[in-house]
Nanobody
Framework: QVQLVQSGGGFVQAGGSLRLSCTAHGILLRNNDMDWYRQAPGMQREWVAG???????DYAGSVKGRFTVARDSAWETVYLEMNSLKPEDTGVYYC?????????WGQGTQVTVSS
């Protein structure tokens, strides 16, 4: 059974940093593309960053240069390192992957950035 378990997040002042984690159970991350999305209050969920199993990472323009996505050496956990946070980065962050044609999502992690 595929399960994505998230941790991290919290409350930070503008300019601060946070790191989110997404640990995969039931799959090998080396074989799967991983993405991060976020959803601000009253807004649609938006793509934030992508970490393909092969190839280069990619980022939404709004976070490029501030956010970094990476895997751990054991290929079990994906991280989203967020620096220079802005109030507009506030929202619930989700990791996601597709396995066998199905989308799997983490439970979501709240990130709140105060001005």
């Amino acid at each position: 059974q595929v399960q994505l378990v998230q941790s991290g997040g919290g409350f930070v002042q503008a300019g601060g940093s946070l790191r989110l984690s997404c640990t995969a159970h039931g799959i090998l991350l080396r074989n799967n593309d991983m993405d991060w999305y976020r959803q601000a209050p009253g807004m649609q969920r938006e793509w934030v960053a992508g970490l393909p199993s092969y190839g280069n990472t990619d980022y939404a323009g709004s976070v490029k240069g501030r956010f970094t996505v990476a895997r751990d050496s054991a290929w079990e956990t994906v991280y989203l390192e967020m620096n220079s946070l802005k109030p507009e980065d506030t929202g619930v962050y989700y990791c996601t992957t597709m396995v066998g044609g199905y989308d799997y999502w983490g439970q979501g992690t709240q990130v709140t950035v105060s001005s």
